[in-house]
């Protein structure tokens, strides 16, 4: 008795396993398809961004000799968009390259003054552009240093690029 109680204590545990792995599959299955169909609508909120021509990031190698550096951190509006994270930027003598510079605070307060005067003056219809915290000024290759923040301006569309030549680039460092 003690052999077929064994046997039948053997039975109902493999049925058991067996009916269990199935219905973790079945379960499992069901959830996978609930959430692929739920990331499918999550995607019609984030439209696709389109070409893109301009990105942002940090620095984070230069080589001088070859003209080129190294930028990371680029993201893209979409999270379902998978761009490029690291990208090879090629400088050439058509490149302009500028430098954002922290005004002077004194000269910034005056400006902010006459701007706000110009305001207050009541002359309507009169479009009066507010002044800027910071100056360009011209800047080249040898200026940008890893860690540096950049946007980088290119006259085609880069969004799948990893390597592309620079029209314009603005070094935009911290004060």
Known sequence: MDQK??????V????SIVGGFFLGYFFTKQEVYTLKSQIEKAKKFFPDSGPITVVAGAVTSVDKEGNTFTLSGVEGISPF?????????HVTAETTIIQTVLKDSKVF????????????????????SAPTPYIEKSASLSDISPGDVVSVE????????EEFEATKIVIQRAP
């Open 12 to 15: 109902i545990v493999l049925i």
């Open 109 to 128: 307060q005056k400006e902010i003054d006459a701007y706000t005067a110009k305001l207050h003056s009541g002359k309507g219809g009169v479009l009066i």
């Open 81 to 89: 968009e998978k761009l490029p994270e690291k990208r090879i930027v």
């Open 154 to 161: 290119a006259g085609e569309d880069i969004k799948l690029k």
């Open 5 to 10: 109680q064994s046997l039948s204590f053997a």
